[in-house]
């Protein structure tokens, strides 16, 4: 009985989540979709922007950020980040190279990848709704 009132209070609770808007729109948003799927009463609120967002005064829970991060105190995930030809991170083209619509033709001259980070306040408690969602994004998005 125990197990599973921890497993369906993992499945319970509300995130709010902000990320880069090509990245929220183009990834993170179908990545969503699929985590809702396995925890379906897990509200996630989803912020799309290209500025640096104060978790604490603006209440985030989760922020995803690319490049490299300042010292921020923040606790960071690293996760996937990588360009493609059209100078777009690579989990944005991939549909398109993987289907023949778009060709890498100068790997030998892809600028440096930039990393992507789940970020969360250290003294955050830990819920269920956190840590599930933190482990679904790093095991989609991680390093390949």
């Not at 499945?11 to 379906?40: E, K, N, W």
């Not at 493609?84 to 600028?111: C, H, K």
């Not at 789940?118 to 994004?137: G, H």
């Amino acid at each position: 009985m125990l197990r599973f009132q921890r497993e369906r209070a993992a499945r319970q609770g509300r995130l709010r989540v902000t990320a880069p808007v090509s990245f929220g729109v183009h990834a993170l948003a179908p990545a969503i979709a699929d985590y809702l799927t396995v925890y379906p009463e897990v509200e996630i609120a989803l912020a799309v922007n290209d500025r640096i967002v104060d978790l604490i005064e603006e209440g985030y829970e989760i922020a995803i950020r690319v490049g490299v991060l300042g010292d921020s105190g923040l606790i960071a995930r690293p996760a996937r980040s990588g360009l493609g030809i059209i100078l777009q991170p690579e989990v944005l083209l991939a549909e398109d190279i993987s289907s023949g619509r778009l060709v890498p033709i100068v790997r030998e001259y892809a600028p440096p990848s930039r990393p992507m980070q789940v970020v969360y306040l250290p003294d955050r408690r830990s819920t269920p709704e956190l840590r599930t969602f933190i482990d679904f994004i790093t095991a989609r998005f991680g390093e390949r």
